[in-house]
């Protein structure tokens, strides 16, 4: 029996700048300069979807 695939999230720094890029599951892209704000539109993002298609 093999595991359920997990979701993976990811915020880069991009070098020389303040800027975060930050990549959803999906693959939808976001970039912002606020950590905070970040996490947030990540961890938001899958329900934005959920609620757009329904």
Partial sequence: ???PAKEV???E???G???LHGTCHCG???TG???V???AWLLDHPHRIQ???S
């Fill in 28 to 30: 939808r892209e976001h």
């Fill in 13 to 15: 720094w991009v070098p």
């Fill in 51 to 53: 609620e757009s298609t």
């Fill in 33 to 35: 300069q606020d950590p």
């Fill in 17 to 19: 700048t303040d800027t």
């Fill in 9 to 11: 999230y990811r915020i």
């Fill in 37 to 39: 704000e970040m996490w």
């Fill in 1 to 3: 029996m093999s595991a």
